[in-house]
Nanobody, 117 residues
Framework: QVQLVESGGGLVQAGGSLRLSCAAS???????MGWYRQAPGKQRELVAR???????NYADSAKGRFTISRDNAKNMVYLQMNSLKPEDTAVYYC????????????WGQGTQVTVSS
């Protein structure tokens, strides 16, 4: 079992930037990683993902503003968030999915991101 721990959340003004980090307890070299977010009154949304080969995908709401990256040597995943909007306010979860799985089976504890207007 790979444990994931997020950090970097906090308060930021609209238009500002924030960088989230995800530390894994084991190797993530062969794991697709991503970031989910959950906001009250909204569906849980996969905002970004990155495959073991480094291919990235973004939700329409995040495209052009967010960048996901990974450092396999450090077992780290990052989410750079720019031009933040109040609607980005949510708990952000680092997630991982093994090649043989359909669901994301590794989840972090979440980190709160609050964007003020």
């Amino acid at each position: 079992q790979v444990q994931l721990v997020e950090s970097g959340g906090g308060l930021v003004q609209a238009g500002g930037s924030l960088r989230l980090s995800c530390a894994a307890s084991g190797s993530i070299r062969s794991i697709t990683m991503g970031w989910y977010r959950q906001a009250p009154g909204k569906q849980r949304e996969l905002v970004a993902r990155i495959t073991s080969g480094g291919i990235t995908n973004y939700a329409d709401s995040a495209k052009g503003r967010f960048t996901i990256s990974r450092d396999n040597a450090k077992n780290m995943v990052y989410l750079q968030m720019n031009s933040l909007k109040p609607e980005d306010t949510a708990v952000y979860y680092c997630v991982g999915r093994r090649l043989t799985r359909v669901e994301y089976d590794y989840w972090g504890q979440g980190t709160q991101v609050t964007v003020s207007s």
